[in-house]
C-alpha cells in the first residue's frame, strides 16, 4: 500500500496527488497496476474518503488513472520517456566582459537631467484617472493621442508633415524594423551602410534574406553603389551618419530620392536616430519631407532623446503604403504598454520634451566643446587630427603619425582605457584602409572622466 | 532680387533659410542661377549682413547652394523631382466595425479589479529612487529581478523549475513568437492548431515559410497529425485548448513529448495563455515541466492575469538552447520598458500578484456560474447544450435543434448581440461539421449584461 508522509502545508489531498502523480511519472507505479480502492487508501493513511476521492478524480481527470467500473483505478500506460529524477540545473556562467577604467562609448545616454519629478506627476496624474483606457488595448499602430503628440512634434521639428493614422509606435528601432521588413517583403535585397551601425546589419540579417553594403562617400551613401547591388530597400542615415558623421546633402538626397523613384517598390528607410543632437544651424530637413512618391519611411526613437531603457520608436509610413500595413500587419498589438504611451503623449504635448532635448543639447554641446578643447591642448595634437562633427555624440581622432588602429586600441587598452576602431563598424568584411582612426564617444562621462580619459591616452599613444 | 516678409516667430536668417530652400526645391531659382550678394540682399530685404550670411552658409552647407570664390553664390542641380507644392494629406476613413448591444467577445478583461492603488504605489517608490539603473537597458532577456520573480512564481504554480537565466522577457506573446521563429529557425514546419486562435497562425504565417495545421480529437493535439503533417516546431496549448477548452490528458502529454524526442530538433512551444484561471482542482502541470529532454519552450503573458494594455510576456528557453538563444539573439535590446519590468517584479514579489490573481479568479468563476446558471433556467436550455470547461472565459454553446451556425450568428445579429462562430477559429479552410455551435465569452459583461443578452437570445433563435 502507498506510504506517504503529509509534511506541507498544501491541503492533504494535493498532497496525495502530488504523490501518486510521481509515482506513475517514475514508473514505480507501472502501467495497468491497480491503485488502492479509496475506503481502503482511506483507513490506510487515516485521512477522509473525500480526500481521496478528490486526489483520484485528479488523477483521473488529467490522464494519470484510468477507473473500470466495478473493479477500482489503474494507472495510465504514459508512452514517452519518464521525467524521473532531475538533476539540477547549472548554467554555465559567462566570463564578464571586461571593463574599463575610460570607456568613450557612443551609445552611452547622459541620465542626470532626466526629469524624473515630471514624469513620476505625470505618471500619478495618468493612473489616478485609472479609466479602463488604461488597461486595455490601444490600436496596433498605438495610442491616438502619442501619435498626435509624435505628429506634432515631427512638423515643428522636423518638417515631416504626417498625420496620426501614419505614424506606428512600437517598442523600438530593431522591433519596428523587424515589421517594415514584414511590411516591405523578407524576400526583397535590404542594404545597409557599410561602415555604419552593426546592429542594424543584424536586425535585417536576422530578418531577412539578402543584406547587401551600401558604399558611402563623402555626401553618404552612393546611388551607384545602391544600383550595383541591387538594392531594393535603402537604410540609410542621411542627417548624420554613424559613425563618420556625414550630413547627407541636398544634391545627394535628390539623387537618392531619384534611384527610389526609378523603379516599383523601391524605399528607403530614413533613421534619423540622433537628429535632435545637432548642435549647430538647423537639423538638415527630413529625406522623407522631401519625398512626392511615398518611398521614405522615416524611423526615429526616443532611445537618445529620453533614455534608452524607454524602448519606445516610432515610424512614418507613407500614405501609399499604408493600406498594405493595414492588410498585412493590422493584427498585430501594439508592443509599448498603454501607460507608458499616455504618459509620453502629455510630456510631449505639455512641451517638457522639448524643453528636456534643448537641456540635453545644451549638456552634450558643452561637454563636447570640453573634449575638443581638452584635446587640442594636450600633447595627442600632436599625433592626431580630430574630426567632429554637427552632430552625434562622438569624436573621430586620426592618427597622423603612422599608428595602426589595432595600435591605438591596444596601447589604450594597456593604460585600461577602451576607445573603438573604425574597423568594427564594417559588417561585410570591408576594411577601412586610411590611417588609423578610433572612435571616442563623450555623452557618457563627466568632464573630469574626460580629462583623465585623455591624460591616459597620452600614455598610451605618445 | 528675391522678395521675403518676415512674418512668424523664427529667427530671421531661419525665415530667409526656408524661403531661398523652397524656391530652390520648387524650381524658382533654377541650377546654376546665381544668388544676390550677401551686402545686396541684406540692404535689399533690411536685415543685418550676419543674417544673409548665416542663411547662406546653412544653404551651402545642406548643398542647396555653392560659392564660386570671388564671384558668389549659384544654386545646385537638385536631380529628382521636385518637391513643389504638396497636396494636404487626406486619409480615407475605414467604415467602423459594427458595435453590438452585447458583445459576448473572448478578449476582454475585467479591469474593475486592477489595483490602481497598489501599482501607483509601487511607481511612485520605484521612480523616486531614481537611480541610472531606470534609465540604461537591461540585459536583452529582461530586468534580472523581474526574471527572478517570474522563475519563483513558475515554480511555485506550475511545477516548473527554471532558472532566472532561461527567463526572456518581452514585448507581449506575438513579440516573442516572433523572437522563436528566429531561434528555432524560419525554414521550419511550424504546426499550430486547427482550430485555434486565428492570430497565432496569422503571427506564424507572417514570421515563417510554412504553417501547417495540426489535427485535434478529445485529448487535444493528435501526434499522428504531427507526423503527416512533418511538422517539426509544434505550437500547442494543452492546459486548455482555445477555444474548444480540451486539457490534455498525462497519456497525451507523453505521446506528445516522445513525438519530439523522436526526431533532432523538434521543439514544442507551450502556450500557457490562461492556466492562472483554471476554476476547480489543480492546474495541470505544464509539459514544460515533464520534459526531460530541452524540448519545450514555455511561454506566457500577463495579458489575462493582469491587463491586455501590459504588453509584457516571457518564455523559458530550456537549457539546451540557451546558447543558441545567445549567439543568434543576444544582440537584441529587451522590448520592455525597465520602468515597467521594475514595478512588475517588485509587484510579483511582494505577493500581489498573487492575491491578484485569486481575486480576479473568484470573480470570474462567479460570473461564470451565474452565466451557466441563467442559460440553464432560461428557454435556451431547450434547443442548447451548454459545454463549460474547468478554465478559461468562455462557454460553448451547441445547437440542439438544428440551426446551423450561420443562422445562430444572423439570428444573433438581429437581436443585436454578437456570439462567434467555431468556423471563425479555422485557419486553414477547414469547416467545422458538427452541429452548429457558437462561443460566448463573459469576461468582459456584468451580471446584469449576461441577463440582457441571454434575454436578447431567447428572442433570437426561440
Given amino acids: 500500500m502507498l506510504t506517504i508522509s503529509f509534511h506541507d502545508q498544501k491541503p492533504l489531498y494535493e498532497q496525495l496527488y502530488n504523490h501518486i502523480r510521481n509515482e506513475i511519472e517514475s514508473g514505480k507505479i507501472g502501467p495497468g497496476d491497480k491503485l488502492p480502492s479509496k475506503r481502503a487508501l482511506s483507513a490506510h493513511l487515516k485521512i477522509s474518503v473525500v480526500t481521496v476521492e478528490t486526489a483520484y478524480s485528479l488523477l483521473a481527470a488529467e490522464g494519470y488513472i484510468y477507473s473500470v467500473p466495478?473493479?477500482?483505478?489503474?494507472?495510465?500506460?504514459?508512452?514517452?520517456?519518464?521525467?524521473?529524477?532531475?538533476?539540477?540545473?547549472?548554467?554555465?556562467?559567462?566570463?564578464?566582459?571586461?571593463?574599463?577604467?575610460?570607456?568613450?562609448?557612443?551609445?552611452?545616454?547622459?541620465?542626470?537631467?532626466?526629469?524624473?519629478?515630471?514624469?513620476?506627476?505625470?505618471?500619478?496624474?495618468?493612473?489616478?484617472?485609472?479609466?479602463?483606457?488604461?488597461?486595455?488595448?490601444?490600436?496596433?499602430?498605438?495610442?491616438?493621442?502619442?501619435?498626435?503628440?509624435?505628429?506634432?512634434?515631427?512638423?515643428?521639428?522636423?518638417?515631416?508633415?504626417?498625420?496620426?493614422?501614419?505614424?506606428?509606435?512600437?517598442?523600438?528601432?530593431?522591433?519596428?524594423?523587424?515589421?517594415?521588413?514584414?511590411?516591405?517583403?523578407?524576400?526583397?535585397?535590404?542594404?545597409?551602410?557599410?561602415?555604419?551601425?552593426?546592429?542594424?546589419?543584424?536586425?535585417?540579417?536576422?530578418n531577412c534574406h539578402k543584406v547587401v553594403p551600401i558604399g558611402l562617400d563623402g555626401s553618404g551613401a552612393k546611388p551607384a553603389s545602391l544600383l550595383e547591388q541591387g538594392v531594393q530597400v535603402a537604410h540609410l542615415t542621411p542627417s548624420h551618419h554613424f559613425p563618420l558623421g556625414t550630413v547627407m546633402p541636398a544634391t545627394r538626397r535628390h539623387e537618392i530620392l531619384s534611384w527610389a523613384y526609378d523603379a516599383e517598390d523601391r524605399y528607403i528607410i530614413e533613421d534619423d536616430y540622433d537628429s535632435d543632437f545637432r548642435f549647430?544651424?538647423?537639423?538638415?530637413?527630413?529625406?522623407?519631407?522631401?519625398?512626392?512618391?511615398?518611398?521614405?519611411?522615416?524611423?526615429?526613437?526616443?532611445?537618445?532623446?529620453?533614455?534608452?531603457?524607454?524602448?519606445?520608436?516610432?515610424?512614418?509610413?507613407?500614405?501609399?503604403?499604408?493600406?498594405?500595413?493595414?492588410?498585412?500587419?493590422?493584427?498585430?498589438?501594439?508592443?509599448?504598454?498603454?501607460?507608458?504611451?499616455?504618459?509620453?503623449?502629455?510630456?510631449?504635448?505639455?512641451?517638457?520634451?522639448?524643453?528636456?532635448?534643448?537641456?540635453?543639447?545644451?549638456?552634450?554641446?558643452?561637454?563636447?566643446?570640453?573634449?575638443?578643447?581638452?584635446?587640442e591642448t594636450s600633447r595627442l595634437s600632436e599625433i592626431l587630427e580630430v574630426k567632429s562633427t554637427n552632430a552625434g555624440m562622438h569624436l573621430l581622432l586620426r592618427s597622423r603619425c603612422g599608428l595602426s588602429e589595432r595600435e591605438l586600441l591596444d596601447r589604450a587598452a594597456a593604460e585600461d582605457v577602451r576607445v573603438y576602431g573604425l574597423s568594427e563598424y564594417y559588417s561585410f568584411g570591408g576594411v577601412y584602409d586610411g590611417p588609423g582612426c578610433v572612435i571616442a564617444g563623450y555623452s557618457g562621462m563627466s568632464t573630469q572622466q574626460l580629462a583623465q580619459g585623455i591624460a591616459a591616452l597620452e600614455r598610451a599613444w605618445l
Fill in 70 to 206: 466495478g473493479s477500482g483505478y489503474y494507472a495510465e500506460r504514459l508512452s514517452g520517456p519518464f521525467r524521473g529524477e532531475k538533476s539540477p540545473i547549472v548554467i554555465p556562467q559567462k566570463p564578464a566582459e571586461r571593463e574599463y577604467r575610460y570607456d568613450f562609448r557612443t551609445n552611452q545616454v547622459d541620465t542626470e537631467l532626466f526629469p524624473f519629478s515630471v514624469w513620476a506627476r505625470l505618471s500619478r496624474e495618468i493612473l489616478s484617472s485609472g479609466g479602463a483606457e488604461l488597461l486595455q488595448t490601444c490600436s496596433g499602430k498605438g495610442v491616438y493621442s502619442l501619435r498626435q503628440a509624435i505628429a506634432e512634434h515631427l512638423r515643428s521639428f522636423r518638417g515631416i508633415e504626417a498625420q496620426p493614422e501614419q505614424i506606428v509606435v512600437g517598442a523600438g528601432g530593431e522591433y519596428l524594423t523587424g515589421l517594415l521588413v514584414q511590411l516591405l517583403g523578407r524576400d526583397k535585397i535590404y542594404g545597409v551602410e557599410e561602415p555604419g551601425y552593426v546592429k542594424t546589419h543584424r536586425v535585417f540579417s536576422a
Fill in 280 to 375: 549647430s544651424g538647423k537639423p538638415v530637413p527630413a529625406l522623407q519631407s522631401l519625398d512626392c512618391a511615398n518611398r521614405v519611411v522615416y524611423l526615429n526613437t526616443f532611445t537618445k532623446s529620453l533614455a534608452p531603457s524607454m524602448r519606445i520608436g516610432y515610424m512614418v509610413v507613407p500614405l501609399g503604403l499604408l493600406d498594405r500595413f493595414d492588410e498585412k500587419l493590422g493584427f498585430y498589438a501594439c508592443t509599448v504598454p498603454v501607460f507608458e504611451q499616455l504618459i509620453l503623449a502629455e510630456f510631449i504635448r505639455r512641451g517638457h520634451f522639448e524643453r528636456h532635448i534643448s537641456r540635453m543639447r545644451k549638456r552634450y554641446l558643452s561637454r563636447r566643446d570640453f573634449f575638443i578643447k581638452a584635446l
